[in-house]
């Protein structure tokens, strides 16, 4: 149980151009969903914190414009990166708080190239 | 500003030999500590995680050994095998805030045949 389904593992888009990442809890309600991006080699660096209904909350030196995050509903959390540009290119993974012995489940992350 | 800071960065063990990974913290107000395993190209799955009301816990071939008064908590891999290499990360939180973890840098564990 208490799985976060995202997708797509893998996308390659031209720059300039916007990718839409979605993240699904799938058998539980996730009112909180955390945006990660991981460079190669390196740790999870928190960029948002997403709950439903409202507006994200963007970690220090994260471009709001940039990387649009919608939580529509408990179940959908959607992390958008607008205007793409090469250095964007990374590891994005998201996060559910799934309520159970205080547990996070991890999404199994998109690899985002943009060239 | 690194809240948890992790050792080793990268460790290479011989199979059936124990894997030790360290992590400290500074603030005492954390009281979670999940040790996440991942694969390249794969989100971070849970491992193991305890909280600081206790020293030990062990699942499987998996401990954690935590010392509150040093701010110190460790992975032990015992038995080490091949399907074990992978990147380890350490976290902590604080459980009532719902606030987000806070991860060490990650050690890259590589077990030899």
């Known amino acids: 149980g208490a799985v976060v389904s995202q997708h797509p593992s893998r996308v390659i888009c031209k720059s300039g151009t916007s990718v839409k990442i979605e993240c699904r809890s799938l058998?539980?309600?996730?009112?909180?969903m955390f945006w990660y991006r991981q460079f190669p080699k390196q740790s999870l660096m928190l960029m948002a914190t997403?709950?439903?209904?409202?507006?994200?909350?963007?970690e220090q030196g994260v471009e709001k414009d940039k990387f649009l995050i919608n939580h529509a509903s408990l179940t959908l959390s959607t992390l958008t990166v607008t205007s793409a540009h090469p250095e964007d290119s990374s590891f994005y993974i998201c996060s559910a708080r799934t309520g159970r012995e205080y547990g996070y489940t991890f999404g199994s992350g998109t690899r985002l190239t943009v060239v | 500003q690194q809240q948890v800071k992790q050792s080793p960065q990268s460790l290479i063990v011989q199979k059936g030999g124990i894997s030790i990974i360290n992590c400290a913290y500074e603030?005492?107000?954390?009281?979670?500590f999940p040790w996440y395993q991942q694969f390249p190209g794969k989100g971070p799955a849970l491992l193991i995680a305890i909280r600081p009301d206790v020293s030990e816990k062990k699942e499987g071939r998996f401990t954690i050994s935590f010392n509150k008064s040093a701010k110190q908590f460790s992975l032990h891999i015992m038995d080490s095998q091949p399907g074990d290499s992978a990147t380890y990360f350490c976290?902590?939180?604080?459980?009532?805030?719902?606030?987000?973890?806070?991860f060490g840098t990650g050690t890259s564990l590589t077990v030899i045949p």
């Open positions: 976290a902590a939180s604080i459980r009532h805030t719902g606030n987000q973890f806070y």
């Open positions: 058998d539980f309600q996730a009112t909180t």
């Open positions: 997403s709950n439903e209904g409202s507006k994200a909350t963007y």
């Open positions: 603030n005492t107000a954390f009281d979670y």
